[in-house]
């Protein structure tokens, strides 16, 4: 035996010793070779930023070794460019392994064998899906991303407005995603009475100004989570709220959370309720008189669905899919909209919005997001009204545009009598629409089904035209759904219009008030050992609203 077989031998030895053989480490040997490509539009041939996943395709070597990744990353291959890698996992199935590319070449260093590549470009783009076969020799390759839709040149601009990435990474990301606005929360804190100036996971010291990507990009940094685990150094839950586009640095820490609502709407920000389900959240509404609905929230994924028991269960009158693991991934979405539902029957007249928490949960940024109308053309002003206005949709997937008597969404119409109201426009979806619903008091009030007509652009699309007879005050919106190849389900929702009648007020349903009221008192027994009086006194103060609204209920 040569002297190089003994020394290995006997390194194979050493490491058998030091791990037991269902902890052994398989160490990959196989040359690598280097895979260039760039990632580029179907149409014009032009190169554009995107999402790269490289996935290998190779089965694991031995099932009793410590499993390793089948994740590779590129890098750019221009001095000019730039690449964000990120890789965050939940479960062995929810998994966000990616690089985000600018509008260059890239490179990957791979070992022999098999490999998926993956591009995506936001929403608006096709998936582009290869193979590849790497050996010992240098490979090229090119995705091809086909656009089916152009919102900006239809007047609709994205954004989120929950977001956890690094400020310096969000110009790379955006143009990768096609967001044009970002709300990075740069200012975090986890515990009660902690202030945001002193919070424990803020970002570098910001300026509230806003930085400029380019013409249709940008990003506003001065934002802030409250996201309250722990109550006087002790493990206790109370929930998130976040304060958007406020203009200094807030001093107070929170609970009590009116002088923060206060101060925020002073300074022409706006309060973004994050999960419906948080234990607090019921008791910020009234309290803070919050303005947004996360609609599609941060527990929403790319990836497989996770966080099936979190928070508050769903009562019972929702009808919340479930199975044998808890709320499914269709559950949990319903869970979000009927919440959502009950608050507008309330009189709760709060805007959509969307969220993903993307640098926390293995999620792309912007994965769900919010389209503001600006058929004038883009400002960060102008989209910051419009998202205040409610004049929005949030998507997962599929994109619309539809109003009522030739409003937008998010309008207040008035009548004295019962009228009838002509709902137009359309939407279009990357695959076929499975449902398309129009909602209103939380109620399918007509099913349409999709007509799904091919258009030149690879997209799908199905033309709104209904007549609704309105007799007493409500809120109309339209939602859809489709499912993708893999079974997930993707949605779009657009913001309710409010119709008013006199002499006839929008009534919430008993089912609905009564779980708000038993949820406020149960909150209110779970930190009356707790929390101090000035919280308390918010929690009776939310209370006594859903007590009133009950007695008013049908």
């Known amino acids: 035996m040569t002297q190089i077989n003994l020394l290995t031998r006997g390194i194979f030895l050493f490491l058998l010793v030091l791990f037991p053989l269902n902890w052994l480490v398989v160490i990959k040997t196989t040359p690598a070779a280097d895979l260039r490509g760039q990632n580029v539009d179907a149409i014009s041939g032009a190169q554009i930023a995107a999402r790269l996943y490289i996935k290998s395709e190779a089965e694991p070597l031995d099932q009793r070794a410590v499993e390793q990744s089948p994740w590779f990353f590129a890098r750019s291959a221009s001095p000019a460019g730039?690449?964000?890698?990120?890789?965050?996992?939940?479960?062995?199935?929810?998994?966000?392994a990616h690089t985000t590319l600018s509008a260059d070449p890239f490179i990957a260093e791979l070992p022999a064998g098999r490999y998926t590549l993956t591009a995506e470009c936001g929403k608006e783009y096709q998936t582009a899906r290869v193979s590849v076969t790497i050996s010992e020799r240098p490979a090229t390759i090119s995705l091809r991303l086909r656009r089916w839709i152009d919102m900006n040149a239809l007047g609709w601009y994205s954004g989120e407005t929950h977001v956890h990435r690094r400020v310096e990474d969000l110009p790379n990301l955006m143009q990768a995603e096609h967001l044009n606005v970002a709300l990075p929360l740069t200012y975090w804190v986890t515990s009660s009475g902690t202030p945001p100036s002193q919070g424990d996971k803020n970002s570098p010291a910001i300026k509230p100004e806003l930085i400029r990507v380019d013409a249709t990009h940008v990003i506003y940094p001065m934002n802030t989570e409250y996201e309250i685990f722990r109550v006087k150094g002790k493990r206790h839950t109370l929930g998130a709220i976040f304060a958007i586009n406020h203009k200094t640095v807030f001093t107070q820490g929170v609970p009590p959370v009116s002088e923060i609502a206060r101060q925020t709407h002073q300074q022409g920000g706006l309060l973004e309720l994050d999960k419906h389900n948080w234990p607090w959240s019921m008791m910020l509404v009234p309290i803070m008189k919050v303005d947004l609905y996360e609609l599609t929230n941060n527990h929403i994924w790319r990836a497989p669905f996770f966080f099936r028991d979190f928070g508050t269960a769903p009562p019972a009158y929702m009808k919340i899919e479930q199975d044998d693991r808890g709320m499914t991934d269709r559950g949990w979405i319903d869970f979000t909209l009927k919440n959502y539902y009950a608050l507008l029957n309330c009189g709760f007249r709060l805007r959509p919005t969307a969220g993903t928490a993307s640098g926390v949960h293995p999620v792309p940024l912007g994965f769900g997001r919010v389209y503001v109308h600006l058929p004038g053309g883009f400002s960060y002003a102008k989209w910051m009204d419009g998202l205040n206005k409610g004049h929005t949709f949030v998507t997962t997937g599929p994109m619309m545009a539809v109003t009522v008597a030739n409003n937008p969404p998010?309008?207040?119409?008035?009548?004295?009598?019962?009228?009838?109201?002509?709902?137009?426009?359309?939407?279009?979806?990357?695959s076929p629409l499975t449902t398309i619903e129009v909602v209103s008091e939380g109620e399918v009030i007509k099913t349409i089904t999709p007509q799904n007509r091919k258009m030149v652009s690879t997209a799908y699309e199905s033309k709104i035209d209904e007549s609704i007879l309105v007799t007493s005050s409500t809120w109309l919106t339209v939602r859809c759904f489709e499912t993708t190849p893999e079974g997930r389900v993707r949605f779009a929702h657009s913001s309710p219009t409010h119709i008013d009648i006199d002499g006839k007020p929008l009534r919430?349903?008993?089912?609905?008030?009564?779980?708000?009221?038993?949820?406020v008192q149960n909150e209110i027994?779970?930190?009356?050992?707790?929390?101090?009086?000035?919280?308390?006194?918010?929690?009776?103060?939310?209370?006594?609203?859903?007590?009133?609204?009950l007695a008013k209920s049908k």
């Open 82 to 96: 730039s690449a964000v890698t990120y890789q965050v996992q939940r479960s062995k199935e929810s998994v966000e």
């Open 410 to 430: 998010g309008s207040t119409l008035t009548a004295t009598t019962a009228t009838e109201y002509r709902l137009s426009g359309w939407i279009r979806s990357g």
């Open 508 to 519: 919430p349903r008993r089912a609905e008030v009564e779980y708000l009221v038993s949820h």
């Open 525 to 549: 027994e779970r930190h009356k050992d707790v929390l101090e009086e000035p919280a308390l006194a918010e929690y009776r103060a939310a209370l006594a609203v859903y007590q009133r609204l």
